[in-house]
């Protein structure tokens, strides 16, 4: 019959009515829909299997810790432990929660660890004499410059804060980079013209022209291409940080030794009390003698500490080979998504056919293939797009990928990105949240913080890999105003 009731395919001879081109329309919506899914489905299975494997190694590393604490510190220390057990349990607790990225300050809640313990274990050190909260206050003070812990304190803050920002940013980076893949692109009439016109023509074994499908599939994905660049350098991000994991800031030494260095520092005000004693003595001077008479404890108690640490390197190593070798695999997802639907999904024939679909009848198809991405679309023969209208869902999850981006490079030297930094341990910024935001903004509404953020530092387009991504910041006020910008802009666009 005539065709001219057709409005996607040719209006030549044609033997479908209105009814099986809209059928045909809706099959080819939903079967583009459900190719895409399956291969961002691949994408992000990977992605949220590397988070699980590691993220279990990390809380596996941690609970073996604490419990070796609680296992040997009970007859190591006897009432120096079983008198201060929340304040050994407050310390895994707030390490687990700066791990699942609350809103805490790591190295806040380290140094109150050791002002709680201090605070304790001099009175108990001291039972003889009666110690008020204001002496304690005047203690610590005092005691700070003469490291009753040793070198503990400050040894313990800086690897363990590097550690931990790098286990949590490397961890989050990996569910934002699954989040990303998610969208899902909106394309029905280029792509039942594609795949469905052939049969309305007598044509349902002719198969697609490899670069009409390649056009039709990179006009429909013009946006998601705009996050390749993006997701290369979180790809490359989180190979930089693995590295760290595994070398410098060696997530199996030092998380794993925690409870190893805690004895170490108990062991150390133990053995130098009576020194420490004699200088808070000095610079508070003498408390009163209590009452209640001392205890014999402390004696009972003293020793060198043997505690031991099972290595879990070995797996370590396999879990970053792992992630290293998928990530470097999954860098060109988006660049090579439109061959890989149209070589696996559509099924289209070689470029050099001249038997094939090409949009109107079979033959040889004449136009050249686009580039990738939204500014190369603007003469893409098959799919309209208008390149002045970038899709704000792709843009905000660009904006997502750079600031994850930004926080692994921070990560990669250290360094936090949400509170100021004021240790000689620590350079630049603070702990934060390493976060997809629409989580993290929901999160901390829910329990708001007095301490002051940092900057959430944006990385430039033209920078590559984890170190550029470390320098590549604008001030807070320029990232408010380009969200300001981009909230304008997708008012005047609707």
């Given at each position: 019959i005539?065709?001219?009731?057709?409005?996607?395919c040719?209006q030549?001879?044609?033997?479908?009515?209105?009814?099986m081109?809209?059928?045909?329309a809706?099959k080819?919506?939903s079967?583009?829909e459900?190719?895409m899914k399956?291969?961002?489905?691949?994408?992000?299975?990977?992605?949220?299997a590397?988070h699980?494997?590691?993220?279990s190694?990390f809380?596996d590393?941690?609970?073996?810790?604490e419990?070796?604490?609680?296992?040997a510190f009970p007859s190591?220390y006897g009432?120096?432990y079983?008198q201060?057990?929340?304040v050994?349990?407050d310390?895994y607790s707030?390490?687990?929660?700066y791990?699942?990225?609350?809103?805490i300050?790591?190295?806040?809640?380290?140094?109150?660890?050791?002002t709680?313990?201090l605070e304790?274990l001099?009175?108990?050190?001291?039972p003889?004499y009666h110690?008020t909260?204001e002496?304690?206050?005047?203690?610590?003070?005092h005691?700070?410059?003469?490291?009753?812990?040793g070198?503990v304190p400050r040894d313990?803050k800086?690897k363990?804060?590097?550690a931990?920002i790098?286990?949590r940013?490397?961890?989050?980076?990996?569910?934002?980079?699954s989040?990303?893949v998610r969208?899902?692109?909106?394309c029905?009439r280029?792509i039942?013209?594609l795949m469905?016109?052939?049969h309305?023509?007598?044509?349902?074994?002719v198969?697609?022209?490899n670069?009409y499908?390649l056009?039709?599939?990179k006009?429909?994905?013009?946006?998601?291409?705009?996050?390749?660049?993006e997701?290369k350098?979180?790809?490359?991000s989180l190979?930089g940080?693995?590295d760290?994991?595994d070398?410098?800031?060696?997530?199996?030494?030092v998380?794993g030794?925690?409870?190893?260095?805690?004895?170490?520092?108990?062991?150390?005000?133990q053995?130098?009390?009576?020194?420490?004693?004699?200088?808070?003595?000095q610079?508070?001077g003498?408390?009163?003698?209590s009452?209640?008479?001392?205890s014999?404890?402390?004696k009972?108690?003293?020793?060198k500490?043997?505690l031991?640490?099972?290595s879990s390197?070995?797996?370590?190593?396999?879990?970053?080979?792992?992630?290293k070798g998928?990530?470097?695999?999954?860098?060109?997802?988006?660049?090579t998504?439109p061959?890989?639907?149209?070589s696996?999904?559509?099924?289209?024939?070689?470029?050099?056919?001249?038997?094939c679909?090409?949009?109107m009848?079979?033959?040889?198809?004449l136009p050249e293939v686009?580039?990738?991405?939204?500014?190369n679309?603007i003469?893409?023969p098959?799919?309209?797009?208008?390149i002045t209208k970038?899709?704000?869902?792709?843009?905000?999850?660009?904006?997502q990928?750079?600031?994850?981006?930004n926080r692994?490079?921070?990560?990669n030297n250290g360094?936090?990105v949400?509170?100021q930094?004021?240790?000689d341990?620590?350079?630049?910024?603070?702990?934060?949240?390493?976060?997809?935001?629409d989580?993290?903004?929901?999160?901390?509404?829910?329990s708001?913080?007095?301490r002051?953020?940092?900057?959430?530092a944006?990385?430039?387009?033209?920078?590559?890999?984890?170190?550029?991504?470390?320098s590549r910041?604008l001030?807070s006020a320029?990232?408010?105003?380009?969200?300001?910008?981009v909230?304008?802009a997708?008012?005047?666009?609707?």
């Open positions: 005539l065709g001219e009731h057709l409005r996607i040719p030549g001879y044609t033997c479908c009515t209105s009814e081109e809209e059928n045909f809706n080819s919506r079967e583009f459900a190719m399956e291969a961002g489905r691949s994408v992000q299975a990977t992605l949220t590397q699980r494997s590691f993220d190694y809380q590393l941690l609970n073996k810790s419990k070796a604490l609680y296992d190591m009432e120096l079983t201060n057990v929340k050994f349990k310390l707030e390490l687990r929660r791990y699942r990225s609350s809103n300050n790591l190295e806040e809640a380290l140094n109150e660890f050791w709680r313990l304790r001099f009175k108990l050190l001291n003889q110690i909260d002496y304690l206050d005047c203690m610590v003070k005691a700070e410059q003469h490291k009753p812990f070198e313990l800086m363990a804060t590097r931990f790098a286990a940013s490397y961890a989050q980076g990996f569910l934002v980079g989040d990303v969208k899902v692109s909106q029905t280029a039942m013209k469905y016109c052939p309305c023509r007598g044509m349902s074994s198969k697609p022209c670069n499908c056009n039709v599939v006009g429909c994905l013009a946006n998601q291409a705009d996050l390749s660049t997701w350098y979180l790809m490359d190979i940080v693995a760290r994991i070398g410098p800031y060696n997530v199996d030494t998380i030794t925690i409870h190893m260095r805690i004895a170490e520092a108990i062991s150390n005000l053995e130098n009390k009576d020194s420490i004693t004699s200088k808070v003595f610079g508070c003498n408390p009163k003698i009452t209640k008479g001392s014999s404890e402390d009972k108690r003293r020793g500490v043997t031991e640490a099972k390197a070995q797996v370590l190593e396999m879990l970053v080979l792992d992630a998928n990530l470097t695999a999954l860098k060109t997802y988006w660049i998504l061959s890989s639907l149209c696996k999904k559509v099924m289209s024939s070689s470029a050099s056919d001249d038997k679909w090409n949009g009848t079979k033959g040889s198809y686009m580039g990738d991405g939204l500014a679309q003469n893409n098959e799919v309209e797009v208008d970038p899709d704000m869902t792709i843009r905000q999850q660009i904006m990928l750079k600031i994850m981006t692994l490079g921070n990560a360094n936090d949400d509170f930094d004021t240790s341990d620590m350079s630049g910024s603070g702990s934060g949240d390493s976060c997809p935001d989580v993290c903004g929901k999160r901390l509404s829910k708001p913080s007095t002051q953020p940092e900057t959430h944006i990385p430039k387009q033209s920078g590559h890999g984890v170190n550029g991504a470390s910041s001030p320029s990232l408010l105003l380009l969200s300001v910008a909230t304008a997708l008012h005047l666009w609707r």
